[in-house]
């Protein structure tokens, strides 16, 4: 009997170990299959190949502190805005909530076609859908009322008179609270498999994830707040389902994050972009963006 029980205890033992060294190769398989493609040469072409498609953009860092004035760059907080210009409201005719505003002229290295100076500001609705309606300008089921973006060539600081009062009530919904002022950095802006160009510049490589996963570490950095460059979702570009044989390039991308006295975040830790046509960025038309978010 002693026998049989120490067999017994024996076969359970082995079972167990060959089952946890089994699940342990399976996840250093998995491991391996995730770090390394199959063809390593391949993947190191397709590396130079990204890195000699990247573009100039320029990142938005976040000091998780209040601005130190009406008209630095900053995300939430109050606007800065003149007494002679009407507020931008909603379709509903409610005040839109100010996101973010930049003033070009702290940009060391600006981005060619992009202003030099002046202040663009970002609003949006306080909706269950943050003001964007997913169309882009010009469709024919594009409302377009309830987010805008507004340029100030010329500012004078005395005129600013503040932004209107909004109370929120337990039915609005904003994707960020508090406030942060802005720096910038010039950065080369990588192209990643997100992008609906990337099949152009890497044919069928998007397709292939298995191989393809670890370009998406090298090629984006997060939190990716920025200016031109390449776009980066959480889900696919509406750009190559929706007017995609039109050119949009990102004229603001903010992440989700969290820092100081900001706290960022689209839905399920997404991704905001403001898309503009060149042709409207070069006549600073900005009555035309596109505003998209996703998240996971």
């Given at each position: ?6 067999i ?8 167990v ?7 342990a190769?399976?996840d250093s ?7 390394e ?5 391949q ?5 130079a190949?990204?890195?000699?498609n ?11 502190k ?11 907080g109050?606007?800065?805005w ?5 507020y931008?409201?909603?379709g ?13 002229a702290?940009?060391?290295d ?5 202003p ?12 269950d859908?943050y ?5 882009r ?6 409302k377009?009322?309830?987010y ?6 010329r500012?004078d600081t005395k005129e600013h008179?503040?932004a209107?009062?909004v ?6 919904y904003l994707?960020f ?6 720096t ?15 099949d ?5 490589v998007g397709?292939?994830y ?8 090298y090629?984006?950095d997060s ?14 570009d509406?750009?190559?389902?929706e ?9 603001l ?11 960022m ?6 991704i905001a972009?403001?898309f503009i046509?060149?042709?409207d ?7 035309q ?5 996703d998240?996971?």
């Amino acid at each position: 009997m002693k026998l049989v029980v120490f067999i017994s205890a024996f076969l359970i033992a082995l079972a167990v170990f060959l089952t946890t060294r089994s699940s342990a190769n399976s996840d250093s398989d998995t491991q391996r299959k995730l770090e390394e493609p199959k063809d390593s040469a391949q993947f190191e072409q397709w590396k130079a190949a990204i890195d000699a498609n990247a573009l100039p953009a320029i990142r938005l860092v976040l000091t998780g502190k209040p601005a130190d004035s009406t008209t630095a760059s900053k995300v939430g907080g109050a606007p800065f805005w003149p007494s002679e210009k009407p507020y931008p409201t909603s379709g509903k005719g409610d005040p839109l909530q100010f996101l973010a505003q930049i003033n070009f002229a702290e940009i060391a290295d600006p981005l060619a076609d992009y202003p030099t100076s002046g202040l663009l500001q970002f609003f949006i609705s306080a909706d269950d859908l943050y003001g964007s309606d997913f169309t882009r300008p010009g469709t024919d089921d594009s409302k377009n009322h309830d987010y805008a973006i507004v340029f100030h060539e010329r500012f004078d600081t005395k005129e600013h008179v503040g932004a209107p009062s909004v109370t929120l009530s337990e039915d609005d919904y904003l994707p960020f609270r508090g406030e942060s002022a802005v720096t910038f950095e010039s950065v080369s802006s990588r192209p990643s498999p997100l992008d609906y160009r990337f099949d152009a510049l890497l044919p069928g490589v998007g397709q292939r994830y298995d191989e393809t996963e670890p370009l998406y570490d090298y090629a984006i950095d997060s939190p990716s707040h920025q200016i031109g460059g390449y776009a980066v979702f959480t889900q696919t570009d509406p750009r190559s389902y929706e007017g995609k044989d039109e050119d949009w390039q990102v004229l603001l991308q903010l992440d989700s994050e969290t820092i100081g006295d900001l706290d960022m975040m689209w839905g399920d830790v997404g991704i905001a972009n403001f898309f503009i046509r060149p042709a409207d960025l070069a006549a600073r038309n900005f009555s035309q963006v596109w505003y998209n978010w996703d998240c996971h």
